[in-house]
């Protein structure tokens, strides 16, 4: 199967083509979403269209750069709603050899480990990373 691979803190990581519908620049700034969770970076203008970003470094307790640095974001296919995630450097698209899962504690958001020229990437979930976003959202809502 075919990935997007990209960085999120120096990690190798990939998403599957089919979740990615575009990757595009990030804006020069952020709209402020009152009262999100950290972990947003905020919203912003695409052809018309709201998108919420969301660091992905943060979404998956990765040592990250706090959102500085960041390359590209990825827009996720998630039907009517539109979901980006704030990533590194987008490397390109290729086919995994193989994905197993993690060995140890794996993570929520991820799928298992692949391989691609002999080098590991972490495989990412895009229904998973959907998922604790609202999660996030759901605790943030329960605080106020």
């Given amino acids: 199967m075919r990935h997007v691979l990209f960085t999120v803190g120096g990690e190798r990581c990939a998403l599957p083509l089919q979740a990615v519908r575009e990757v595009v620049l990030p804006p020069s700034s952020w709209t402020r979403v009152p009262r999100a969770p950290p972990a947003v970076a905020g919203v912003m203008n695409l052809r018309g269209r709201v998108v919420l970003v969301a660091r992905l470094d943060a979404l998956l307790d990765a040592p990250g750069t706090g959102g500085a640095g960041a390359e590209r974001v990825l827009l996720l ?68």
């Fill in 77 to 144: 296919d998630r039907g009517r709603r539109d979901l980006g995630l704030l990533v590194g450097a987008v490397q390109g698209i290729e086919a995994l050899e193989t994905v197993a899962p993690l060995p140890g504690h794996p993570r929520a958001c991820c799928r298992g480990l692949g391989q691609t020229g002999g080098q590991p990437v972490t495989v990412l979930d895009a229904d998973a990373l959907d998922a604790a976003l609202a999660a996030l959202f759901d605790a943030a809502a329960r605080r106020v």
